[in-house]
């Protein structure tokens, strides 16, 4: 009887949608533990990438996450947002480089998000990728760009 009983409040939640399903960024897409160089949308400079293990741009960093695609992200943030416009755009991007993704790099990314009006969630994914300015550098090596992804 107990079996028939779950068996039917199983069937009436999956009816009614009650059932939950996960769908956080670590479920869509893998972690960027890397980064790569690739040419930028607009000055075709080379900009630095957050990517994953097989060097694919199609990943996510979040709170917790550490390595060198944490520091691309947090390079493009400070370059980019807060050093170019000579920090006008407010301290919140003024964040260390050190490749640990942490609450203040999370509070950055969500400033970016919400300057680029997309959902402020904190958590660096394919739509903050392709949305933020990532940081770069002309042949000479000077850290002198900032540009968009090209997907």
Not at 8 to 24: E, K, P
Not at 34 to 44: C, D, E
Not at 140 to 147: E, M
Request: hydrophobic share 35%.
């Amino acid at each position: 009887m107990k079996q028939k009983i779950t068996a039917f409040l199983a069937a009436i939640g999956l009816a009614t949608g009650l059932v939950l399903v996960s769908s956080g960024p670590a479920a869509a897409s893998p972690v960027c533990p890397n980064s790569i160089w690739l040419p930028g949308k607009y000055t075709g400079q080379f900009i630095n990438i957050p990517a994953d293990a097989n060097y694919n741009t199609y990943c996510h960093l979040q709170l917790g996450a550490g390595g060198v695609g944490v520091k691309a992200l947090q390079q493009s943030i400070y370059w980019c947002y807060y050093v170019r416009p000579n920090g006008a755009w407010g301290s919140v991007f003024n964040i260390a480089r050190d490749g640990s993704y942490g609450p203040r790099t999370q509070a950055a990314v969500r400033a970016v998000q919400s300057f680029h009006h997309i959902s402020a969630d904190g958590v660096y994914g394919p739509q903050t990728r392709n949305t933020m300015l990532h940081f770069g550098q002309f042949e000479d090596g000077d850290p002198d760009t900032c540009d968009y992804f090209k997907p």
